[in-house]
């Protein structure tokens, strides 16, 4: 049995296909099937059962599952105390973020600036937020205020980042180019989609839609360069936020979406207890002027 023969069938686990799995760890689908058919001949059983088009897991699956996730976070661990043992201190921070498209612009600059540090910008949901893992394996987590539980201020400092708005990008010869502001209303017959690697996004519109006692939208999703794509042919009208936006090409027009008092609050998080390391420092002062937020006085 391989470590990574365990992140796979991780994956698989919690997406319940190949494909989604493989697409999610950089790797084919044949390389996921293969590492699962090694785990089950060392194993000697089946892991997942097939129901409809999705692997669900069997009881050996989730025996195996419970043990896989103490492994991979004990190695998340075992990693972040061996960074902070070294004498001149770690110089790899490692965040945690629902967004990560929103913050490439963000980790870019950083790069640029302090070339001898590296950061690892790992994707979350909010189900995994605030775990246990984000003491040890993480030494920040970004998120959405929507998504952080009542617990949090008790165990953790934040500052404000930014906030976000809903939007729509469509093509500059699209019908609504032109307008200033786009209704709900005025999306009433056109084809709607967003990318989805911004999953986050999707159920903000749909709370959207329910603010404002409305039906939900069919709203299809895609990957970024179907969407693109799509949106570019006048096929779709893409949904979106003003600051996911500025990462597109500027052939396209972002138009705010009208939303009375909505605006998306992104957070940064970081333990009270935990003591960070001078390049976590480095990083924290840096994302403060790049955002230009106030950090707390005994973080100056």
Not at 57 to 73: C, K, P, S
Not at 176 to 191: C, F, M, N, T
Request: contains cysteine; hydrophobic residues 40%.
């Amino acid at each position: 049995m391989e470590f990574i023969q365990l992140k796979y069938f991780q994956a698989v686990a919690k997406t319940g296909k190949i494909v989604t799995a493989a697409k999610s760890m950089f790797v084919t689908p044949p390389a996921i099937s293969s590492a699962i058919s090694q785990l089950e001949r060392e194993l000697g059983t089946p892991l997942f059962s097939r129901i409809g088009n999705r692997l669900t897991l069997n009881q050996q699956g989730q025996i195996l599952l419970r043990h896989a996730n103490v492994i991979l976070f004990n190695f998340g661990a075992a990693k972040s105390a061996i960074l902070e043992s070294l004498p001149e201190g770690p110089m790899h921070i490692s965040v945690a973020a629902t967004q990560t498209h929103l913050l490439s612009g963000l980790i870019t600059d950083f790069s640029v600036h302090h070339p001898n540090h590296t950061i690892t910008l790992n994707s979350t949901n909010g189900e995994a937020l605030f775990k246990g893992a984000f003491q040890y394996r993480y030494a920040f987590l970004i998120t959405a205020e929507s998504q952080a539980i009542a617990t949090v201020p008790e165990e953790c400092d934040r500052i404000c980042l930014f906030e976000d708005y809903p939007a729509i990008m469509v093509s500059k010869d699209h019908p609504l180019a032109q307008q200033k502001i786009v209704r709900i209303s005025d999306l009433e017959g056109y084809s709607l989609i967003h990318p989805r690697t911004y999953p986050d996004y999707f159920s903000r519109i749909f709370s959207l839609y329910e603010n404002l006692e409305l039906p939900q939208p069919l709203i299809r999703t895609f990957s970024h360069l179907v969407c693109q794509t799509m949106t570019m042919q006048g096929r779709a009208v893409c949904m979106t936020s003003m600051r996911a936006a500025k990462a597109n090409p500027e052939k396209f027009v972002h138009i705010p979406l009208e939303a009375p008092g909505i605006s998306w609050t992104t957070y940064l998080y970081w333990r009270k207890d935990r003591t960070m390391s001078p390049a976590e420092r480095t990083l924290l002062r840096f994302m403060s002027e790049y955002y230009q937020v106030e950090l707390p006085k005994h973080l100056l």
